[in-house]
């Protein structure tokens, strides 16, 4: 076994790969970047080498740094993790150039599944399910028109080189295949360094299961059953769950071993994960099809840890240095039911837009570490770190488990519940929605289940006006009398010398002005009107942050956080947050926005589809901006002309900086 490995990423899996080495007495080194100089992972390993600047190309990406770290540090072995250097062939075979064992598949079998077209012949050959296609290497804009045409609309357009649901487009209509291929191709250059795309059939009502493979130097080869990941935003995975429901035995089975043929077509060694398309026909009937190999680790391999009770990075680290398979394929067995959630940096009401900013508040639910724990959290940030633009927009992983999918389910909703972050915006709540739908838990699944849910899925507000302002008022209380002096007259809580006292507070909830009432009554207590909800208002606190609230006949227990100017609320059932509005401070205010579009994150401007002397409609695409790996597309906030454009192709800009100027009509 190794004594020192370098572990080739940073963030949760950068932690995870060190807390399984430390575990079995391997020493570990961290490589960051500037952005990364205080991150978790470097303290969660043995020593560190700084290999750059922020970007992900200036620092992970830079094989030559981290093998020079490699070498200067004595470690034996690179551990990739998932993502950046994980599935490059010619990292893998730098590695053993220099010496050193990567913790992976051969670059060969990195080189055979990294390219989809490619892979999809292999697989053709080996007999394993394909689904109808273009997969050939002319890559003339016009033939992949044609070749979309005949195969029949809607298709899918994705980067031959591609994975993590980037560089792939769906197109419904032939009108719209040439823009959604141009589209394609740009993130595909900006995420793989090639634009080259292959174009399937869009099947219909979709499941995306995956097979977890593991193959050893002695030509062992195993599949640790299913995971079912068909809950997507973006073509991006939201939750994952294992195994899959609904899955038959023969089923498993047939998935299973088409899986090992895969792998083993190409010599496979390590963790792999064979992906397919499950169509799902009206007698019920189920038909899989290849999608696509990832070489490496997968983000949701900690729930198959949990039915399995396995370390798969053991198994990694183990396989790497020479050893057997632990387990044949008649000693592996499913226990229970596992589910994962990525808690991601984004705004789901704004298309997932991502979020960048503080983790002012960073609260989680107790946790254990591995493998079948019944809560179990993966991070690798801590309270007062930075999101930034320059990495994908996960914060953490949550995942449960239970000894069935109800018993995982409620407690992944009560997990949820627990999880409170402040400081940038998060689908923490839009997570717990769509455990609350009735497709995801009876286990109608498919991967347009968010867009089949869209009307109870966006735009929630589970606590209400009435709740959420009672709150804020309540904290604002509480936060004065800590602070309020002796001097009567110096006090803001409504005293006064004679008869009762009335105080006004202004808001601003879901965008929209509110305001609440609250009178201090002569016997001290106090009373709120909140619209047309009013009645006796009383307020206890606990440590903490946490308040019990009595109002509008009921009691709450919450927890409330004030940043800045808003309050945010938590309560067991969802959560909200409020804007205490200054009336002074916002009088006489302009409506500086007029007129004005600005980016929405920080992130480079990719293209203009509009000039100055334009006219636009509201909804219309103007610009394209990459952020977070991912393009945006800006669109017109309203009618009007377009007066200039601020910056151009290629340029850099802030969160909040004007792009154009649009003249209202």
């Given amino acids: 076994m190794f004594d020192k490995i370098l572990i080739a990423n940073r963030g949760e899996i950068a932690c995870r790969v060190a807390a399984t080495a430390r575990r079995m007495a391997i020493r570990t080194v961290a490589v960051y970047s500037d952005a990364d100089a205080h991150a978790s992972h470097v303290r969660a390993c043995d020593e ?5 600047g922020s970007a992900p190309g200036d620092s992970y990406l830079r094989w030559e740094k981290i093998l020079e770290a490699a070498r200067a540090t004595g470690a034996q072995a690179v551990h990739p993790g998932y993502g950046f250097l994980s599935e490059n062939e010619s990292f893998a075979r730098a590695c053993a150039e220099a010496g050193l064992v990567f913790i992976g598949p051969p670059p060969s079998a990195i080189q055979a599944m990294g390219l989809k077209a490619e892979s999809k012949r292999l697989m053709e050959k080996a007999g394993v399910p394909l689904v109808p296609g273009y997969h050939g290497s002319d890559q ?15 298709v899918l357009i994705k980067a031959s080189a591609g994975g993590g649901g980037k560089g792939m487009r769906v197109v419904e209509r032939a009108a719209d295949f040439s823009a959604a291929l141009a589209s394609c191709q740009r993130e595909a250059i900006n995420s793989f360094g090639q634009d080259a795309v292959l174009i399937e059939k869009y099947v219909q009502r979709p499941r995306h299961i995956e097979i977890q493979v593991f193959g050893d130097t002695q030509g062992h080869c195993v599949y640790l059953f299913e995971r079912d990941c068909s809950v997507q935003r973006r073509h991006q995975k939201v ?6 429901p609904g899955m038959s035995e023969s089923m498993r089975k047939e998935m299973g071993e088409a899986a ?12 792999g994960t064979v992906e397919f398309i499950v169509e799902q026909r009206d007698d019920g009937a189920m038909s899989f099809y290849f999608m696509e190999m990832n070489t490496r680790l997968q983000v949701e391999h900690p729930v198959t840890e949990a039915i399995t009770g396995l370390d798969l990075v053991e198994w990694q680290l183990r396989v790497a240095a020479g050893e057997p398979l632990p387990l044949a394929q008649a000693e592996l067995q499913i226990h229970g039911h596992a589910i994962e959630a990525r808690i991601c940096a984004e705004n789901p009401d704004n298309n997932f837009l991502p979020a960048t900013g503080t983790l002012r508040v960073y609260r989680k639910p107790p946790a254990t570490a591995f493998q079948r ?7 690798g940030v801590r309270e007062g770190d930075a999101i930034s633009p320059f990495y994908d927009s996960m914060i953490a992983k949550l995942i449960v488990h239970g000894s069935t999918r109800e018993e995982a389910l409620a407690r992944l909703d009560a997990a949820l519940a627990r999880t409170h972050i402040v400081g940038v915006s998060t689908n923490v709540q839009f997570l717990r929605g769509i455990l609350g739908t009735e497709s995801f838990s009876q286990a109608r699944l498919d991967t347009a289940l968010i867009e089949h849910e869209r009307a109870v899925l966006f735009d929630r507000e589970p606590l209400g006006l009435p709740l959420a302002a009672a709150a804020s008022v309540a904290r604002m209380l509480l936060d004065e009398a800590a602070s309020a ?13 004679h008869g009762t006292a009335r105080r006004t507070f202004d808001f601003e909830f879901r965008g929209e002005p509110a305001s609440a009432e609250l009178h201090y009554l002569h016997d001290g207590a106090l009373a709120l009107r909140v619209g047309e909800v009013s009645g006796p208002l009383i307020v206890g606190r606990f440590p903490g942050d946490e308040l019990e609230i009595q109002f509008g006949g009921r009691r709450h227990t919450l927890d409330v956080y004030v940043e800045g100017d808003t309050t945010h609320i938590f309560a067991a059932h969802g959560a909200t947050r409020i804007v205490n509005i200054d009336r002074l401070a ?13 980016a929405p994150m920080p992130g480079k401007v990719v293209s203009f589809s509009v000039k100055a002397g334009d006219a636009v409609t509201r909804g219309q695409a103007l610009a ?10 800006i669109a017109a906030p309203a009618d009007g002309v377009v007066e200039e454009l601020l910056y151009a192709a290629g340029d850099q800009v802030a969160e909040g900086a004007e792009l154009l100027r649009i003249a209202n009509e």
């Fill in 48 to 52: 560190s080498v700084h290999v750059g």
């Fill in 140 to 154: 003339d804009a016009a033939l992949l028109q044609r070749e979309a045409d005949r195969i029949g609309y809607p």
């Fill in 239 to 244: 939750l994952e769950e294992a195994p899959a």
């Fill in 260 to 271: 090992v043929a895969a792998a083993r077509a190409v010599g496979y060694v390590g963790a």
């Fill in 373 to 379: 724990s019944r809560v179990r959290i993966d991070d």
């Fill in 485 to 497: 002096t002796d001097d009567p007259f110096s006090r803001r809580d409504g005293w006064q010398s």
């Fill in 586 to 598: 916002h009088a006489g205010e302009a409506d500086a926005e007029a007129g004005r579009l600005t």
């Fill in 624 to 633: 394209v901006m990459e952020a977070m790996k991912m393009e945006h597309t």
